[in-house]
């Protein structure tokens, strides 16, 4: 294989990375994937930003040993808290789910307002917050004509406020496919009511779970325009793979079944059923990959 051959990894603390997997073969099904779920160490959410940073160096290492030509953060816990030790360790590109969705629901508010939610560990270290704001500091008359930097976006002087809310319970829901359940719902309003009095119009689904309760949230909150993190990073996929003339020139005509390699640290009972809750499609049984503890 030469370089644009090789496959684009992904790492996740587990299964819900599956949401981000799903987005890149919707936009990019021509490239081979290599999928990495720490499912024995699941959750990184509500661990501590050392513990995360470990794991994520050791997922980073096992994709680099892959051979792949991008690293994609498929867990928007890692992206807030430790996206640098894979930055740093990466001899190819990195890209993870905060900026792509920053830009994103900068670009969609109309009021200025965007909630975010997601994790403890996501909401507790502001990555979100941080990111729309520096991009929206970075804003001034001049290089709002420039077309390509994330300070063209055209927010017209708004004034952009950013509000955060963990919802932890939303990862055991989704996996325990409570997706329609009554209960959830239930969840969902007490979790999004602080969000709803503050009229946000934007809601980033900073966590791989929360796409899953897309339906259910935009019921609760129907003019808010939701942001998928999975989607727009693998929109920004596309324009850094093209930039850097990394994308598989190879494509077959005919529809075929997505290229990808998976690999967990354990599988648990529920694995292929939640699996396929989040890829719409079964898959084989992935590789176990061992880390220690
Ligand atoms: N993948 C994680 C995220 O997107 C959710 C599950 C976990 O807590 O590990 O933040």
Redesign the pocket.
Known sequence: MNDKENPIGLF???I??LSVLRQFIKFLPNENYIYLGDTAR?????KSVATVKRYASECTEFLLSKNVKLIVVA???VSSVAIDIVSSKSNVPVIG?IIPAAIASIRATRNGKIGVI??R??IESNAYSKTIYSITKNYTSETNESQNSPEAININNKLITVFNKACPLF?PLVEEGLVNHNATRLIAQEYLEPLKSENIDTLVL????YPLLAQLISELMPNVTLIDSGEHSAVAAIRLLGEKNLLNPKFDTVIKIPSVQFYVTDIPSTFHEIAKMFLNFEISTPEIVNFGN
């Open positions: 996740d603390s587990g819900g990375g699941v959750p990184y959410g509500n867990c928007n816990t789910m997601g994790t560990a996501t990862v900073g966590c791989t779970h």
